[in-house]
Nanobody, 124 residues
Framework: QVQLAESGGGSAQAGGSLRLSCTAS????????MAWFRQAPGKEREGVAY???????TYADSVKGRFTISGDVAKATLYLQMNSLTPEDTAIYYC??????????????????WGRGTQVTVSS
């Protein structure tokens, strides 16, 4: 079973940057989808960025051009580089994984494995 653990959350000023990390164990690195989701207080969880094992990435419109998802298989780690942060980015951020379904894109599947989340707070 895949286990995920996020780190790197914290506080930042608007316009600042943070980098989140997600360490994965349990051999998730064959055909896969991995993603970052977030949930703000009083709001539904939303997908932020997605990455397929072939390197294909997809972003929510709200973060496109500001956030970058990347992976380092050797370090078994997924990253989310967040730049130009705004208070609207304040949320708990979750890392997620699911084996890749050949007929589906990574932004259209249900994720099976989740981390516990890391808090990101952006002040104006």
């Amino acid at each position: 079973q895949v286990q995920l653990a996020e780190s790197g959350g914290g506080s930042a000023q608007a316009g600042g940057s943070l980098r989140l990390s997600c360490t994965a164990s349990g051999n998730p690195w064959k055909r896969y989808c991995m993603a970052w989701f977030r949930q703000a207080p009083g709001k539904e969880r939303e997908g932020v960025a997605y990455r397929e094992n072939d390197g294909t990435t997809t972003y929510a419109d709200s973060v496109k051009g500001r956030f970058t998802i990347s992976g380092d298989v050797a370090k078994a780690t997924l990253y989310l580089q967040m730049n130009s942060l705004t208070p609207e980015d304040t949320a708990i951020y979750y890392c997620a994984h699911v084996p890749k379904i050949p007929s589906a894109t990574c932004d259209a599947v249900l994720y099976a494995n989740w981390g516990r989340g890391t808090q990101v707070t952006v002040s104006s």
